[in-house]
T-cell receptor, first 117, second 112 residues
Framework: NAGVTQTPKFQVLKTGQSMTLQCAQD?????MYWYRQDPGMGLRLIYY???????DKGEVPNGYNVSRLNKREFSLRLESAAPSQTSVYFC????????????????FGEGSRLTVL | KNQVEQSPQSLIILEGKNCTLQ??????????LRWYKQDTGRGPVSLTIMTFSENTKSNGRYTATLDADTKQSSLHITASQLSDSASYIC???????????FGRGTSLIVHP
């Protein structure tokens, strides 16, 4: 079972370069999320998509953009990378809203390790 | 503002020993609380889910408790193994919200 797949796993950028992190899930989940994880800070939400066709800002959206390409795919773009964006990025998905309410369980990818020089 | 606080920040124990991790939350309205395990270099994986009416739930050597009155949860690990070395993250979901609130995690190291 693939679950949530992120690409690339590792990336080194120079300040000012742009790149896109790709995420795809095969669980037919409605909601998808992008988090960043830094030492001592825990996981912080960048953007999320509650359902196909919608996206919303999270706690730390500055410097990022997202696209919910279809129900399976949710990409994160850095338009002009900065050293402060050096981090491990995690994509996650969840069922979202069901007939009995929000399920809450998040399924995570393996992470994308980004270094900005 | 919804918050989740975990303690201790880090913990070192010997293999075979028990330990307990704590989680205090101020999330309203409460929907559920999950404990996730994150191995080094991997994404977090859910261990247990606790809803309002549940006090205790076990998953093998992991036992989670919930006191909804005091808004506290604990994760007890019995007879620890080297493979238990990981970060344990408490995550609380509010009713009607798509955005769960994360604690910063407890880093557990199990020494042989």
């Amino acid at each position: 079972n693939a679950g949530v797949t992120q690409t690339p796993k590792f990336q080194v950028l120079k300040t000012g370069q742009s790149m896109t992190l790709q995420c795809a899930q095969d669980m037919n989940h409605n909601s998808m999320y992008w988090y960043r994880q830094d030492p001592g800070m825990g996981l912080r939400l960048i953007y999320y998509s509650a359902s196909e066709g919608t996206t919303d800002k999270g706690e730390v959206p500055n410097g990022y953009n997202v696209s919910r390409l279809n129900k399976r795919e949710f990409s994160l773009r850095l338009e002009s990378a900065a050293p402060s964006q050096t981090s491990v990025y995690f994509c996650a998905s969840s069922e979202g809203w069901t007939g009995t309410g929000l399920t809450g369980e998040l399924f995570f990818g393996e992470g994308s390790r980004l270094t900005v020089l | 503002k919804n918050q989740v606080e975990q303690s201790p920040q880090s913990l070192i124990i010997l293999e075979g020993k028990n330990c307990t991790l704590q989680c205090n939350y101020t999330v309203s309205p409460f929907s559920n609380l999950r404990w996730y395990k994150q191995d080094t270099g991997r994404g977090p994986v859910s261990l247990t889910i606790m809803t309002f009416s549940e006090n205790t739930k076990s998953n093998g050597r992991y036992t989670a408790t919930l006191d909804a009155d005091t808004k506290q949860s604990s994760l007890h690990i019995t007879a620890s193994q080297l493979s238990d070395s990981a970060s344990y993250i408490c995550v609380v979901s509010a009713g009607g919200s798509y955005i769960p609130t994360f604690g910063r995690g407890t880093s557990l190291i199990v020494h042989p």
